[in-house]
């Protein structure tokens, strides 16, 4: 059985996402900057993908940038409020300390140029109070940014709370919306949302492209320098193939988020449920507030990277937040956050499901991951001290 | 999977001399749970100090238990002498290379083994 279990990591692109994208590289191929027909039909397609991504958004079109991904629509978001709240004398920006490395790095940056960066408690839930974002804004607060859902442990934190407070209080609100975008419900209006990023690849579309939404009294600052494409706000010929591909798979992903909630839930609360049995495991991250597709479980006395290999083997893609995946010395930022001891995030487990999944692939999911997680254990010196009492469990039975 | 050489994908997936030596007379354990790997070495030596069983458990990553499994093999049946002078080197040579981010894990199959022979000496001393 091959099952591919990392859907936030990356998705397989639609069918409908790869034939929206052909004809833009077979026929209208011209530049959207050119004045002749091919020039223009493809600015015409580029303004209707727009258009249409404005729409799924709640927004104008003239609020959506098209970007290389994600990463690069946190970058310019935040730069951009940081140097907007510099002109008026404010550098204090508040985030969380379970961010996206495309949000922390990039305030470290501002760190070092002097703004004071808040990162807030994301409790043992992995959710913030809105009342903590509350309490955190001054009078000098440049920027809010939190993420929508979490990319390791699947948590989706009360953005419509968070919004309205920081709407409120005058404070710029940035969201990353990578990993929420086609798997819940997304309207900036709705949402009291300033500014917000996207990643096509994360909803069957193409790599490579993204989006940033800004409203549109907000100036951004430019991260790329050259031509005057996205208003001015961002140089490079658009990939318009890639836009194209990536507004097909934005309108699938969100036509039916209720029926797509209503499908994946059962399946993925069948999952928590059989792996929770697994001795000493533990969910990470709120049981309800989480994202339909999203599990990630930490195993007491193995590590992670072993029982990816293992899990590969027998067929299964997942990823973990254990040091020898993350290639540093520590285990995930995320799993830190939410108060794991390192020995414990160390062996933790992410599955990402996608909604193709079956009862029988969940159950042999399951089935694989007690049997790895058991062959690891009967190896582990330290599974030995747990189970002698040499060392202490962290987690219950 | 092309992160590791397939001599340390087949010691990771069918290691040897994997678990406990109930009559060793030198037990060795190095690393810590919060680094994310510990490795433990069962040696059994005989009175010619060869060493005649050997066998370790692990926790960690593939390449941690693929070079345990790998040093085992590489000194059963030798001298403790012999197994002294086994550098991480190489173990990882052994294994057809190691990634560079991972040569920590040769190195603590190394020091195991070490330890392990360090415990022997303590124990021949009447020092335990």
Redesign the interface.
């Known amino acids: 059985m091959k099952i591919y279990a990392d859907n936030a990591a990356t998705t397989k692109m639609s069918r409908h996402a790869i034939d929206a994208m052909i004809p833009y590289m077979e026929e209208i191929y011209g530049n959207p900057s050119s004045l002749y027909e091919i020039g223009q039909e493809a600015k015409e397609a580029l303004e209707s993908a727009r258009e249409r991504v404005a729409r799924v958004l709640n927004c104008e079109p003239r609020e959506i940038y098209f970007t290389s991904g994600g990463s690069e629509a946190d970058n310019q978001a935040i730069i951009s409020a940081a140097r907007l709240g510099a002109r008026k004398g404010k550098k204090h920006i508040i985030s969380t300390a379970f961010e996206h490395h495309a949000v922390l790095h990039t305030l470290n940056k501002l760190k070092e140029e002097g703004f004071e960066i808040e990162l807030l408690d994301v409790h043992s839930t992995g959710l913030i109070d809105p009342k903590q974002v509350e309490d955190a804004i001054r009078e000098d607060t440049a920027l809010v940014t939190i993420m929508y859902a979490n990319n390791e442990i699947g948590t989706v934190e009360p953005i419509r709370e968070i919004g309205k407070i920081c709407r409120d209080k005058g404070v710029i609100f940035h969201t990353d919306a990578v990993q929420a975008m086609g798997h819940v419900s997304v309207d900036v209006a709705r949402d009291n949302i300033d500014m917000l990023s996207l990643s096509a690849h994360k909803f069957h579309g193409p790599k490579g492209v993204g989006v940033l939404f800004a409203k549109k009294n907000i100036m951004l600052t430019n991260i790329i320098e050259g031509g005057a494409q996205e208003r001015g706000k961002r140089a490079g010929t658009e990939n318009v193939p890639g836009i194209m591909g990536m507004v097909a798979a934005l309108e699938d992903a969100t036509k039916d988020i209720d029926g797509y909630a209503k499908k994946l839930i059962p399946l993925r609360d069948k999952l928590i449920e059989g792996l929770d049995k697994i001795p000493y495991s533990e969910l990470n991250g709120d049981r309800e507030h989480r994202l339909p597709g999203t599990v990630n479980f930490c195993f007491e006395?193995?590590?992670?990277?072993?029982l990816l290999?293992?899990l590969?083997?027998k067929g299964i893609s997942a990823s973990s937040g254990?040091?020898?995946t993350s290639?540093s010395?520590d285990?995930s930022h995320v799993l830190l956050a939410i108060g794991r001891?390192?020995?414990v995030a160390?062996g933790s487990l992410r599955l990402s499901l996608s909604e193709d999944i079956t009862e029988e692939e969940i159950d042999y999911l399951i089935t694989s991951v007690n049997e790895v997680v058991t062959y690891l254990r009967n190896?582990?010196?330290?599974?030995?001290d747990l189970v002698n009492g040499v060392?202490p469990h962290v987690f219950k039975e | 999977m092309a992160l590791y050489s397939d001599k340390v994908m087949d010691h990771f997936r069918n290691p040897r001399n994997v678990g406990v030596l109930e009559d060793a007379n030198g037990i060795g354990e190095v690393g810590n749970p919060v680094c994310g790997d510990i490795m433990k070495m069962y040696l059994k030596i005989n009175d010619d100090e060869i060493i005649e069983d050997v066998k370790f458990e692990t926790f960690g990553c593939g390449s941690a238990i693929a070079s345990s499994s790998m040093a085992t093999e590489l000194i059963k049946g030798k001298s403790v002498e012999e197994a002294l002078s086994l550098t991480n080197k190489a173990v990882a040579e052994a294994l057809d290379g190691l990634p560079a981010h991972k040569m920590h894990c040769s190195v603590l199959a190394e020091e195991a083994i070490k330890s392990a022979i360090d415990d022997y000496n303590k124990r021949k001393n009447g020092e335990k």
């Open positions: 006395g193995i590590e992670g990277e072993s290999l293992l590969d083997d254990s040091a020898c290639g010395l285990p001891p390192h020995e160390h190896m582990s010196p330290f599974w030995r060392r």
